[in-house]
């Protein structure tokens, strides 16, 4: 990105406390950051880059305290990503689908839907950080994550984008927050102010050892079957590269030149692999867990 330190790599953290607090929204305002006419989300979207960069975002998300024993500790079950591993992809990439490129009533479908899985997601008494999925300010971290994320990968495959199309990318995906509890207000005002936002979030992440151990075994693919486990040492590794360096020290992982070489080398050729490809296929996973939430939706059946 040529002038704006949206997507600055991060160089420092400190202890986080797991504290929540109520963030009021204004329902009157407008759910959504407005977006510049013509952009198309779907120039940016990639399904082999998603899959690659997913398990480092979940990292980076989890880095906060309250995020990160929300998810662990859950009592939705059917949800888990340890017991249920399929099912928790399918309904995390949906969100990004319907987030992404779904009409605004679907939006608002899928949102009724996990807000009753969000719901229950509440921290006991009893736990050494107090959370709650439903809060606007964990929302915004994990939308900032997502969006930090894109970014991250449309720049390691392909280069940064001009100046407009950052900007027009950014309103976008404010989505990632608004399409649940996350005012439009809250999503910093331009890519700087993104910046400092993400500095000061930085800041605030604290991976503990029940939380590094938890995200360990997610990255070694531990909650798979069979051959799938194989890719174990491959999924560390891309996960690993994906990571700013002070979310790499949090989770205690080794990083060497020799690795950024290869990882950039990797990123390179997938990129020139990618730009090849018709976009329909660039787009094909998003577009058929659209589809497939659509489908569901008319037949009446459970969205996530």
């Keep these: 990105m040529t002038t704006s330190a949206a997507t600055s790599r991060p160089t420092r953290a400190t202890r986080a406390t797991g504290a929540i607090g109520a963030t ?15 952009f198309t989300m779907r120039r940016h979207l990639s399904g082999i880059g998603a899959g690659l960069a997913g398990p480092a975002n979940v990292i980076m998300q989890l880095a906060r305290p309250g995020v990160g024993y929300g998810v662990m500790n859950s009592r939705v079950h059917d949800g888990s990503a340890m017991l249920h591993p399929v099912k928790r992809a399918r309904t995390t990439f949906t969100y990004i689908a319907v987030a992404m490129l779904g009409t605004e009533e679907e939006r608002t479908a899928y949102r009724r839907a996990v807000n009753g899985q969000h719901a229950q997601v509440v921290s006991t008494a009893e736990e050494p950080v107090q959370y709650r999925a439903m809060d606007p300010r964990l929302q915004t971290w994990v939308a900032a994550c997502l969006y930090y994320g894109t970014v991250d ?21 404010a989505r990632f927050g608004t399409t649940l509890q996350m005012p439009a207000s809250a999503w910093p005002a331009d890519r700087t102010a ?40 491959f999924n560390l590794f891309v996960t690993t590269g994906f990571l700013p360096p002070v979310f790499r020290e949090a989770m205690g992982l080794p990083w060497s030149t020799a690795d950024q070489a290869r990882f950039d080398a990797l990123m390179a050729r997938l990129g020139r692999v ?8 660039k787009n ?18 459970p969205l996530v």
């Design 274 to 281: 990618e730009r090849r490809l018709p976009r329909a296929v």
């Design 153 to 173: 990968l449309i720049e390691r495959m392909h280069g940064p984008l001009s100046d407009a199309e950052a900007d027009a990318l950014y309103a976008h995906c």
């Design 194 to 233: 993104f910046a400092a936002y993400w500095e000061e979030g930085v800041a605030e992440i604290s991976i503990d050892e029940p939380v590094r151990r938890y995200l360990m075994a997610l990255t070694s693919l531990e909650n798979l079957h069979g051959p799938l486990r194989r890719l174990g040492p």
């Design 284 to 301: 094909l996973p998003f577009t058929a867990l659209l589809w497939d939430m659509r489908r569901r939706q008319r037949a009446g059946l």
């Design 24 to 38: 009021r929204v204004d329902r009157a305002a407008p759910r959504d950051v407005p977006v510049p006419p013509g």
